[in-house]
């Protein structure tokens, strides 16, 4: 009995590394929401409670269907540090994205203002 449980455990990590990982794209998702409503801390706190609220339903639900309902604490260990590896890996790509996309776009914005400055101020009255 002891040897058929400890067989799935390395199959058990990957999906808990997995799980971890995806698990750090709510909260990137989830800062891409607040950046989007200028950062206002209503809406970060509202945010960041449903990622946190996701990430406990996933580990949750990955406990019962691969462990079987038990919990063990490797499992936490694993899946939180997951979690901090994307935040500190792609999450920050993503937030350098993010941060670059809206430096453009403003820029963008900007250019077409001129213009159409230019066009007004030239047209005879």
């Given at each position: 009995?002891?040897?058929?449980?400890?067989l799935s455990?390395?199959?058990?990590?990957?999906f808990?590394?997995?799980f971890g990982?995806m698990?750090g794209?709510?909260?990137?998702?989830?800062y891409?929401?607040t950046?989007?409503?200028?950062?206002?801390?209503i809406?970060?706190?509202?945010?960041?409670?449903?990622?946190?609220?996701?990430s406990?339903?996933v580990?949750?639900?990955q406990?019962?269907?691969?462990l079987?309902g038990?919990?063990?604490l490797?499992?936490?260990?694993?899946f939180?540090?997951f979690l901090?590896?994307?935040?500190?890996?792609?999450?920050k790509?993503?937030?350098?994205?993010?941060?670059?996309?809206y430096i453009?776009?403003?820029?963008?914005?900007?250019?077409i203002?001129k213009?159409c400055?230019r066009?007004?101020?030239s047209?005879p009255h």
């Amino acid at each position: 009995m002891i040897l058929f449980e400890t067989l799935s455990q390395p199959i058990t990590i990957i999906f808990v590394m997995m799980f971890g990982f995806m698990s750090g794209l709510f909260f990137d998702v989830c800062y891409l929401i607040t950046f989007l409503c200028n950062n206002n801390k209503i809406v970060k706190n509202i945010m960041e409670f449903v990622a946190v609220v996701c990430s406990f339903c996933v580990l949750f639900v990955q406990s019962q269907i691969f462990l079987n309902g038990q919990f063990r604490l490797y499992v936490l260990i694993f899946f939180v540090l997951f979690l901090i590896l994307e935040q500190c890996t792609l999450g920050k790509f993503i937030a350098k994205t993010r941060n670059w996309c809206y430096i453009m776009f403003r820029k963008l914005l900007q250019r077409i203002q001129k213009i159409c400055k230019r066009k007004r101020n030239s047209k005879p009255h």
